[in-house]
């Protein structure tokens, strides 16, 4: 080991000490012959400190290694002062295809004690990642020093690394380089959740197996029209929960009755609306959601792997004298636990998708 780290403070400790122990051999020697000799000792102890302590807790790159600390890893060596980190880098690797060339988004550095969700919380620093790397060189950032770094995903999930410690491990003395490395999970994309080439069994103008009665349930788009002159009381429609987007995930999903802010129901339009699974996985939606919707609470999906394929009916019983035609509401499926959701630096992730419900008179 090589080197010399101390400061004047240091240096100033090591004469004194060495002079404070010349003068003591000073004073118990005997005569002048034994005080000169330990005046000599005195001078060779300081000599000693100072050619050896040169060298003490100073690593060269010859000591360098890998060392992980927490979920911040970095590569050489570590000093105990706070200095600027020349090069902090980023690999941030896709949780589950586990490939590290794929994640898009941005590093957030904040100062020990931040909360990334406060709408009013500042960056120390941001580290643009595209593909999978990124690097600072702002030198913003110190070794030795607690931090609150995450990601904010582009296509991907928020990740929080936690509050780490940077840890340097300088290869040399002008080369400093810490490496943050970070596990995420790409956003599924919902699949729209009614397919209008079903609407020959469900809708229609003619009595089909579903609506028995004619004209009392139409079709448009992302909307269901149920026609109250027409209808008897009850009308049913399918409802397909399903995640594409290669090896993705949605993540805290929900299914959520949202009603409309200038018409809304009031709360009172049905007497019964039963869920039942049809095919595909069981999402756990119970079997009458009436008290979800009357409530306009969110039904819990757990989270959605892409691939995943649910089925549904619905079936509402209507309380008619009750309905008019400013009732407006639409189902959402959505993730991050509520429509429109907000991830940890308060941004959406998944594209809702949603089946408006309206009446007519």
């Keep these: 080991m090589t080197g010399n780290p101390f400061d004047m403070s240091t240096w100033a400790a090591i004469i004194v000490a060495g002079v404070g122990v010349g003068y003591y051999m000073y ?47 970095e590569t050489g060596i570590s000093t105990i002062i706070a200095q600027p980190v020349d090069t902090l ?10 490939a590290n060339d794929e994640v898009d988004g941005t590093i957030n550095i904040y100062k020990s004690g931040t909360n990334p969700s406060d709408p009013l919380a500042r960056t120390l620093d941001t580290i643009t990642v595209s593909d999978g790397d990124g690097n600072s060189t702002d030198k913003k950032v110190q070794t030795n020093t607690d931090y609150v770094v995450g990601l904010s995903g582009s296509g991907y999930y928020d990740t929080m690394i936690g509050t780490a410690v940077v840890y340097p491990y300088i290869m040399d003395a002008a080369s400093q380089q810490v490496t943050i490395e970070v596990i995420t999970t790409k956003t599924g994309t919902i699949a729209d959740p009614v ?22 349930v139409n079709a448009s ?50 007497s019964s609306i039963v869920a039942t699974r049809l095919s595909g996985n069981d999402l756990g939606i119970p079997g009458n959601v009436l008290s979800y919707w009357s409530t306009q609470t969110c039904i819990p999906l757990g989270d959605i792997p892409a691939g995943s394929y649910s089925k549904y009916n619905f079936a509402y019983t209507v309380a008619e004298s009750n309905v008019d035609s400013n009732d407006d509401w639409k189902w959402a499926i959505d993730d991050m636990g509520d429509y429109l959701g907000k991830d940890i630096f308060l941004g959406t992730k998944a594209s809702a998708q949603t089946e408006n419900i309206d009446h007519t008179t």
Excluded at 28 to 50: C, F, H, P, T, W
Excluded at 59 to 72: E, L, Y
Excluded at 201 to 207: E, K, L, M, Q
């Design 195 to 216: 397919d209008e080439t079903e609407t020959t069994d469900y809708f229609g103008s003619a009595t089909t197996t579903y609506n028995t009665a004619a004209n009392s």
């Design 89 to 98: 880098t980023v690999i941030a690797t896709d949780g589950m295809s586990l």
């Design 221 to 270: 788009g992302s909307t269901i029209t149920y026609n109250k002159t027409a209808g008897s009381d009850s009308f049913v429609h399918p409802m397909t929960i399903s995640v594409s987007g290669g090896v993705a995930e949605l993540k805290n999903a929900v299914l959520c009755p949202v009603w409309d802010t200038t018409n809304p129901p009031e709360g009172n339009e049905y």
């Design 27 to 73: 004073r118990k020697s005997q005569n002048k012959q034994e005080r000169g000799r330990d005046v000599m000792y005195g001078a060779l102890l300081v000599s000693a400190l100072i050619l050896t302590g040169g060298s003490a807790g100073y690593f060269t790159a010859a000591d360098t290694g890998i060392n992980d600390v927490g979920d911040v890893s």
